[in-house]
Structures are given as C-alpha cells and as structure tokens.
C-alpha cells in the first residue's frame, strides 16, 4: 500500500511522532469535519482512534495478504462472549507506540488521560470466560498465529450496574451510543442464517436420495471486523463479530395501509438476535433467544471459513489441514452438526467421510465443573428451531451409543449416562457430549480442572477416549495485565532485566534476586503505594469514602456467584468489626477490604449477598471506634478498566472458591503478576500458582476437594459448625437478628437459610475459621513490610507460566498445528 506524504511525513501509515500529530488533525477537521470551536472530547478520542487504525488497517491487510499467498492453516475461535474492555491503550501499547501518542497530543495541546478516558469499555462478556477469549486473541496476534475469532455484536454488552441503596441495579449497557471507531462494517460480507422449516428427503441429479433443508425462515449476519495487533511484530489478525439484519424488506403491503409498526416488526425480531449478551446464571435457562444467538454466530462463521477455504481449494478431505476451529465453552458446539450438514447435504459426502473430516477440525475446551452450568437443549425445541440438525445429532449419537457398545460393553446405565441426548419425559441434547463426540481434543483449563474432569464428570468418556482428554492452564497476556496496567513496574522490571519479559514471560525469574535487594523493595514498595493511591482518589470519587493507601488493600473483584464465597470474605470483615468493638485498642493490622462484581439480574441469592456487603460497609465505615482500622467497601460496575485500576494497587488477592468448584480463574494470576499475594483454596490455577510462587509464598486454607467430597458423605451439619465457633455464631446471630439492616430481620434471612437450614452447599461455615486464622498470618506478615514486599517480589517473578502466550503454545502444539508467521513491521 502506497504512503502519502504530507509536509515531510507519512501520512495514515507513519509511526513518528510528527505523522501521528499530522494525521489526527487532518481526522478531526477532514473525517469528523470538526475545528477548534466545535470539537469535544469524544471528536478527540476518535480522532485519535481513527488514525490508530490507519497503521492497524495497512498491517492487516499486509498480515491477511501474507496469509492467503502462503495457503497457511488458520485457527478459528469460535466465543459466544469477548470482554475486550477499552482498546486505544491496548492497541497503542501493542504497536509499541503509547508515548509517541501522548507526545503528540502534548503538542496539540491535548491530554492523553483525558482522550483515553472517553471510551466505553466494549462489555461483550459476563467475566473470565469472555476476559480469556480477548487475551488468547492478542496471544495468537503476538505468536504470529494465522487466527480469527468469531463472535457477536450484541448491541448491549453486560449490564451496566448501579448500586441504589446497597442494592445491585441494572440499566443496560449502551456501548455504542456513539458508534464503535474500532470496528469496520464489512456490508458486503453477509451470510443466510436459516432457521425452523423442516428436514426434506432429495433427490439428486444422479438419482441418489440426501437431505435438505426446506421451509426455513432467513436472518442476515453481517460482519464487523476489529483489528487485533500483535506485540510490535507487524502481524494483525482480526475479531469478526456478527450483527443480526433482516433478510426482508419492509412490509409494503401494511406500510401502505399505514401500519407502520406492523411494517417492521419482523425486522426487530430478526435483529433482537444480536441485541443482548446473555447473563451468566448461577443454572443454565434454555430459551429460544439463546439457541438462536449461539447458532447464529456458528452458522454464520462456519460460511465464513469455508468460503475462505474454497477460495484454494475444493478438495475437502484437505479441511482439516487448513482449518482448525476451537469452542470456547458449549456454547459454540453446534458448529459440529452444522460442518456435518454442510459436508452431507451441500457436498454430498458419504457419512463416515463427513464425520472424519469433522472431528479432525474440531476442538472443544470446557470451563466448568458445576453440572447445572452445563447446557442441556430441550429436544422439543431443537426440533422447532433446527429440525435439520436435531436429525443429525440423533445420527451421531445412534453410531457413537453403537461404538459404546461395542468397546465398553452392553451396560445399559453406562449407555444412559453417555447419551448426547438425554432419556425421559422430557429428552434434552447434553452440548458437552456432543462436544467430547465430535472433536479430536478436549481440553480442561486448569491441571486440577482437567483431573477432575476425566475422573468424575466424563470418566465414562474418558475410558472410551483415552487420548483426547488433554490439560490447556489457562493465563492472560502481560500486555495488557502488566505493561498497559501497572507501567511504572512494567518500567522497573525493563530497567533490571530488560523487555523480552513482554513476550517471554518466564524472563520474570531473572527478577528473584531482586527480592533481597533493598533498594529494588523500596522502589517496588513505593509503586505498590502510589497504584493505592490512584485507588483511594477514586474510591473517594466514586464512593465518596476515604481510605488509608498505607492499609492493607484486601481486594476480591470477579462474578458474584455462591461457590465463589465473597459471603466468606464478608463474614470476616463482620468478625474483624466485632474484634475491635470488643477492644478498640487491640494492635489490628489496618485493612480496607474491597468487593467489586456483578451478580446475573436473575440470580436473587448472589444479589442479596451484594446488599449484605454494602449493608456491612454502612456499618463498619460509621462507626468511629473501628473505622480506623477497618473500611469495608463495594465497588459499583465491575469492568475490565476498572480492574486495572484495582489490581495494581492489591496487597492480598482473595481466591477463595469452595475446592473442586472454580475451573481455572485468571484473576488470581493478574493479581500475582502485580505482586500481590494471594489468599485461597486449593481451586482451580491456585494449585499451580502455589506450585510456581512456593507454599510460603502463598496462603492457602481450607478443605481440598477430595476432603469435601469425603465430609458430603459422611454427612455434613453446618450447625456443628456454628456452634462450634462463638466469633462464626456471633456473626450469623447479627446477620439474622437485623444488626446490619436497620433492624429488619427478615431481609437477610434467605441467606441464614441457605448457611444453616439448607445445608450451606459452599462449605463456608466449614471453612470459615481455617479462613479466618490464615488471615492472622496474613496481617502479621503485613506489620512486617519488608518481608512482605519480599514476597510480593516473588510472586511477579515467578508467575511467568501464567503468559496466555504460553497458553496459546500449547493449543498450537498439541491441537491446532498452525504455522508461525513473521513478517516485517
């Protein structure tokens, strides 16, 4: 692509500092038609972002050029969610050009902070599932992988929360209001979505029978494509998300009778599709709007990918060599009867050859443990909406039970437990099944998710495929989660031991003999400090409540959900008040104990958990004799800007979900990378963090999972637990009797149900007081600061495995076998 120059720089494609300064101009008076009289912040942050893209459409276009010469194999990343947050940061940082921006703006007299400021965070995802999808994309971009993700573009992402009275509550989230300038409508790349009709018998022109589909009714799905850079390495790879337009014209018939809602409406059915990101529930709800959007984004994409292969070749036995295609969750897994219909009906393929060519392209990872979270599709509505596919599913599943039989023996209950479509009065199509079916690789995203995974939930199909269960550990990019967060450490660590961390996580170890330097713990310390800081001003701003930056910051952000235990963290912070109620003098290290998350508006127990949190902050931050030393706060509208603001500035990370419950988590290696030490179970990743960052540098409590498994048997009575404990009773007996509702006792009472009359399923009372001692240890070691930043220290340099870089290593080396791609910058 030919540059223009313009005054002695290149304009649209420079990476100086004059060519950007140039080009932000000419987009603010030129593309936005703006002058110094009319511009706003936002005509700023575009123009901005307008020139940004520039640089990244050339490099795309250069990386899918290359590309498509060279016939590589492209992986496809198939996500229902994406929580990309804000991107100029992430995009400026990635071109490694963040100072040269920030330069020219100072010249034009305009604040970077200020710019940057003025995006909406882009909240297409309810948490770590959607987090992980963003960080593997910038991991394949900077690996040089030849990748795509697919996604949808909901016009409203997660919502936005407020918190009215102590109470979670919810406005939607309007991310587009003022339009997306990071995304480019592709209007010429639009794909037929079918749905409903019926399956129809065929014949073909040879006069042999096949199948079709008839009847059905048309939704559009038009592409947007965002550019994804890798780190300062030339490449770009894209995110395609897919908006939902009708197929049809408007109603002509009842415009002209001056019906003109009626002249729409199915317009606004068909675009409802792509209108809202579903929640993340505490159970999975099967409804139509769900199935619509999943196969929605899987119909469309998966005309995408052939088309893009059909371009070099028509040979389809070859698909497998040039596609790999990953499920991120169940959510996508109906792209394995959707690649089968295409290969039967569209090119005519023999069964057993159609069903090769799928299970070599195919991948699925699995994120949960909890079998409620599993998708479980009503086959009565899988038969109105897919009629088509519920036929081959049904296919796949009679030849899969047959193989079964045939390798494991005639056991019925075995038989009954496999089935991708489930038996009874009300038969149901199990996604996770069909996904382990009709892949070639499973995969776990934690070492103690996967073991449980082939040893509990699918030990049956385990033992029918023995090598295609495999461990992926999860991890985050230290783009974003260190260099854009925190750069004043990203700053330190680069002056010791120079930035091939940046790509090569693992360079961190060079950082341990550090620990011990005295010089390198203060500046270290006072990062920490000033990051607490930033914190407190916009806590104060925010929540108009002041806190100590030199307390302890006991920081627990993620999802509001009951086998996460923020009830735990709560409880604690109720025993710590009692504790200096009792005697206002006694030496407490000081601690400001901060919650952010968002709970599913239709998950009533995890917003009520959000009442009770605010409801004790009330309390604790009024009352002069212990606010002091103790600050409780909640943190309203939990984003992915907002944890690079908290995670920073953390002291003690809180990971402290009930053993055998989290998958994996990646907050809790945010927070290590960011030198903060983490509190928690023996869950998820936390298994290998302690593994890396050592057992004394870690604080892990609480029962383990084989240990809760052993004590549901035997029988487990919460009550003994209560009991047992006056500190656990005490709190428990305010919480019921209206200590911190203003009297009310009736308020909090679900929650006392669930701890004591409904068997507290989470084992917080169970472990509660293993909790609450190794919080002693915690604030014993914080009175020793020196030792503490030791540590701190530690867990930053030893948190290297947990790169998504070396995530995205592993997929490629193990499932995808793409190529890696250099090119020039």
């Known amino acids: 692509m030919s540059t223009k120059k313009m005054n002695g720089v290149n304009i649209r494609s420079g990476m100086d500092k004059d060519s950007l300064r140039e080009d932000i101009k000419l987009h603010l008076r030129h593309t936005l038609a703006k002058d110094e009289f009319s511009t706003t912040s936002w005509d700023k942050y575009r123009s901005v972002a307008l020139t940004i893209m520039d640089r990244l459409n050339d490099r795309m276009l250069k990386t899918q050029q290359h590309f498509y010469k060279t016939n590589a194999k492209r992986v496809y990343y198939l996500s229902m969610e994406y929580l990309i947050g804000r991107l100029l940061d992430n995009m400026l940082v990635n071109l490694d050009v963040r100072d040269l921006v920030a330069e020219a703006l100072d010249d034009l007299d ?22 992980l999808a963003a960080c593997f994309l910038d991991s394949m971009a900077t690996l040089g992988i030849p990748a795509i993700g697919h996604g949808i573009r909901y016009d409203y992402g997660i919502f936005y929360q407020k918190i009215k009275d102590g109470y979670q509550i919810e406005r939607p989230d309007l991310w587009l209001k003022y339009g997306n300038p990071w995304d480019t409508v592709r209007p010429k790349v639009q794909y037929p979505v079918e749905f409903y009709g019926n399956q129809a018998t065929l014949q073909s022109s040879n006069g042999n029978t096949h199948y079709g589909w008839e009847n059905t009714h048309r939704v559009k799905a038009v592409a947007y494509d965002t550019p994804i850079p890798g780190y300062d390495n030339g490449i770009v790879n894209y995110l395609r998300l897919w908006k939902a337009e009708s197929s049809a014209g408007i109603d002509l018939k009842s415009f002209n009778q001056g019906q003109y809602i009626d002249a729409v409406r199915d317009n606004q059915l068909e675009q409802n599709i792509s209108r809202v990101l579903y929640p993340n529930d505490k159970v999975f709800v099967g409804q139509e709007l769900r199935l619509k959007q999943e196969y929605f984004l899987v119909s469309a994409s998966m005309q995408d990918i052939i088309r893009r292969f059909k371009k070099q070749s028509s040979d389809f036995t070859k698909f497998p060599e040039k596609v790999s295609i990953q499920c991120n969750d169940t959510h996508p897994n109906l792209a394995i009867p959707e690649l089968m219909r295409y290969l039967l009906d569209e090119e005519h393929m023999e069964w057993e050859k159609a069903w090769d060519i799928t299970v070599d392209t195919m991948a699925y990872t699995n994120h949960t443990l909890l079998p409620e979270a599993l998708e479980k599709w009503p086959v009565s509505l899988v038969r109105n909406l897919l009629p ?18 045939i390798k494991l ?29 009709g892949s070639h690789k499973v995969n776990g995203v934690a070492a103690m998710h996967s073991r449980l995974l082939k040893e509990s939930m699918f030990r049956d199909f385990d033992e029918m495929y023995p090598d295609k269960f495999t461990n992926k550990t999860n991890g985050i990019t230290p783009r974003r989660w260190l260099k854009q967060c925190n750069p004043a450490l990203s700053d330190l660590i680069s002056d010791k031991i120079g930035d091939d961390w940046i790509t090569e996580l693992e360079e961190l170890k060079k950082i341990n003999k550090f620990a011990d330097d005295k010089k390198f713990r203060k500046k270290f310390a006072e990062i920490k400090l000033e990051n607490k800081k930033h914190l407190a001003e916009y806590i104060k701003e925010h929540n108009d409540l002041d806190v100590d930056p030199e307390s302890m910051f006991d920081i627990q952000i993620k999802r509001i959900h009951e086998y996460k235990r923020q009830l735990m963290a709560a409880l604690h912070v109720i025993t710590l008040y009692n504790r200096l109620k009792e005697n206002p003098e006694m030496d407490m290290t000081p601690r400001t104990v901060i919650f952010a998350g968002k709970a599913a508006p239709g998950y009533t ?36 800007t907002l944890a690079e603001k908290l995670i920073p500035a953390a002291n003690l990370s809180e990971q402290i979900s009930t053993a055998g419950m989290e998958a994996s988590g990646t907050g809790n290696m945010k927070f290590a990378l960011n030198g903060a030490l983490t509190i928690g179970t023996l869950d998820g990743a936390n298994v290998e963090i302690k593994e890396e960052v050592g057992d004394e540098n870690i604080f892990i409590f609480g029962l383990e999972e084989e240990e809760i498994d052993q004590l549901r048997r035997e029988g487990y009575n919460p009550w003994d637990y209560y009991n047992a404990n006056e500190e656990l009773k005490q709190a428990l007996d305010q919480i019921r009797g ?57 867990n930053t340099a030893n948190i290297g495995k947990f790169s998504s870089d070396r995530t995205i290593n592993d997929y490629n080396d193990e499932i995808w076998n793409a190529p890696k791609v250099s090119l020039d910058k």
């Open 738 to 794: 209206g200590f911190f509702s203003n009297g009310d006792k009736e308020l909090f009472q679900p929650i006392i149900n669930a701890l004591l009359h409904e068997g507290d399923y989470f084992m917080v009372l169970a472990d509660y007081e293993a909790y609450v001692n190794k919080q002693k240890e915690v604030s014993a070691l914080f009175k020793d600061q020196d030792e503490w930043n030791r540590k701190a220290i530690l």
């Open 110 to 131: 305009l604040s970077y902070k200020e710019i940057r400021d003025q995006e909406w965070d882009a909240g297409l995802g309810n948490g770590g599932l959607g987090r």
């Open 388 to 405: 088509r596919h519920l036929n081959i599913i049904y296919e796949i599943n009679r030849r899969f039970l047959d193989d079964v039989k």
């Open 605 to 640: 127990m995890a917003k009520l958990h959000i009442k009770l949190i605010n409801s004790i902050a009330e309390v604790v931050n009024n009352d002069p004799e212990v606010n002091q030393k103790l600050k409780c706060v909640f943190l309203q509208n939990y984003s992915v």
């Open 409 to 437: 023996g005639d056991d019925k209950n075995r038989q009954s437990r496999m089935s991708i479509v489930g038996e009874g009065e009300h038969p149901v199509v199990h996604m996770a099944h069909l996904g382990i079916v």
